[in-house]
């Protein structure tokens, strides 16, 4: 292995942890222009360095957790949930809600919140999100701190939702299953997307609850995991599925399929840190291999004893560590 990529241990013997909980010092809601409202908070230090976090799905919603991978009396955290996500208005909607309107956001906040430039951290979803927000805007990224690399391509959406990780999970994959009938299991994407938009909110709520099922099954070494609590979990259930197929039948609106990596020389003088688990099925390590590939001088670290879940104790270690190098820099 080459010298930009380390291999953690799988020994717990010396792994930072999480940093202490923290509260908002503020919050708020921005308007985007559109029907959209977008929730934010910031933590941390007022006067600190400033990272903005990006949470995955896309559909999933900021949490508690994602303040801790921050030195709070160092960093100024923003944190948001993106369109139709969390405490974001309207819940669920899928009107002007593109990868482009979500980085058009960014850069909205960033703006509102008086920043020059941030470190940009992104896990799953988030990392898509980041790469493609710093390479329209490399001029505002101080650096990068990436986990479970999706690059939102056919490949990886076929190997999660039609063949290859159900080869893994035949159980759960059973389930997944089950809302659809058998002559529409050749396009099962489509097939819950479907569903997920249909008028009757039952009918959204069976398929929304399968299809969220099937990502916490799969999502950590440590066996199924609990959404973290939301304020409705039905609520939660459909914006999560709903917007996630909608971004993932239109192929996250990319002009190609490999679009981030066909335009990584925007970005290759930006310092970078990835961190991803080795038996990572959602997303797996072929994506952060092709990263890496493509941007050697990035920071690579493969975490042996892990799977997705940003909470794994070995993922948690590599992302403390590449905030601090973030911060040191």
Request: with cysteine.
């Amino acid at each position: 292995m080459d010298r930009h990529a380390s291999l953690a241990a799988m020994s717990s013997i010396g792994r930072r942890g999480l940093y202490r909980e923290v509260e908002p010092f503020s919050f708020g809601w921005l308007p985007t222009g559109s029907a959209h409202e977008i929730y934010y908070e910031e933590c941390g230090a007022p006067r600190g360095k400033p990272a903005v976090i990006l949470h995955g799905g896309p559909g999933g919603a900021i949490n508690p957790t994602m303040r801790r991978f921050f030195d709070p009396s160092r960093w100024r955290m923003t944190l948001f949930d993106q369109r139709g996500c969390g405490r974001s208005r309207p819940n669920a909607s899928l009107d002007d809600n593109t990868t482009w309107s979500l980085i058009a956001d960014i850069e909205r906040l960033r703006e509102h919140l008086g920043i020059e430039k941030w470190t940009v951290f992104g896990g799953s979803w988030g990392s898509t999100l980041a790469l493609a927000y710093a390479i329209k805007h490399p001029d505002r990224v101080e650096s990068l701190v990436l986990r479970g690399v999706f690059l939102l391509t056919r490949k990886e959406l076929a190997w999660f939702y039609q063949d290859g990780a159900s080869m893994l999970f035949p159980d759960a994959w059973e389930r997944f299953l089950a809302p659809i009938p058998p002559e529409e299991r050749g396009d099962l994407m489509a097939a819950y997307h479907k569903r997920l938009v249909h008028p009757d909110r039952r009918v959204q709520a069976e398929a929304a609850n399968a299809w969220s099922q099937w990502e916490g099954d799969t999502i950590s070494l440590r066996g199924p995991e609990a959404r973290p609590p939301k304020f409705n979990e039905e609520d939660f259930a459909i914006a999560f599925a709903r917007i996630e197929s909608h971004f993932f039948v239109n192929r996250g609106f990319f002009p190609q399929d490999d679009w981030i990596l066909a335009n990584i020389d925007a970005i290759r003088h930006i310092p970078a840190w990835i961190v991803q688990g080795r038996f990572d099925v959602v997303t797996p390590l072929a994506s952060a291999w092709a990263l890496h590939r493509a941007w050697p001088s990035a920071h690579f670290e493969i975490v042996w004893d892990a799977g997705h879940a940003s909470t794994e104790p070995g993922v948690i270690d590599g992302l403390i560590r590449a905030t601090e190098a973030a911060y040191g820099r």
